[in-house]
Nanobody, 126 residues
Framework: QVQLVESGGGLVQAGGSLRLSCAAS????????VGWFRRAPGKEREYVAS???????YYADFAKGRFTISRDNAKSTAYLEIDSLKPEDTAVYYC????????????????????WGQGTQVTVSS
């Protein structure tokens, strides 16, 4: 089992930045790929970004340029930095972990990802 706890969300003005954290416990974090997803009000959950065991990074098209995913294996923590926040970034952001990176990269396989956090709310005011 891997437990994931997100933090760092909040209310921020458009144009600001946030760094979300995903703290993992329970298993060896370095053996897991990690990804971030979000669910905006009234919308389905969507993939944001993922990072492999050796820190290769992958982004959804909308996330390229403003979102940065990273990980610190020594702290068993992954991060998602969001710059130039927009009101449309308002959502609950979830982190997820699985040994299989392909589950993040294949949208049809996202639901097979084994471990999910409870989410952290990000609200961007205009």
């Amino acid at each position: 089992q891997v437990q994931l706890v997100e933090s760092g969300g909040g209310l921020v003005q458009a144009g600001g930045s946030l760094r979300l954290s995903c703290a993992a416990s329970g298993r060896t974090f370095e053996n897991y790929a990690v990804g971030w997803f979000r669910r905006a009000p009234g919308k389905e959950r969507e993939y944001v970004a993922s990072i492999s065991l050796n820190s290769n990074t992958y982004y959804a098209d909308f996330a390229k340029g403003r979102f940065t995913i990273s990980r610190d294996n020594a702290k068993s923590t992954a991060y998602l930095e969001i710059d130039s926040l927009k009101p449309e970034d308002t959502a609950v952001y979830y982190c997820a972990a699985d040994p299989n990176l392909l589950l993040f990269l294949n949208g049809r396989r996202n639901y097979d990802i084994n471990y999910w956090g409870q989410g952290t709310q990000v609200t961007v005011s205009s």
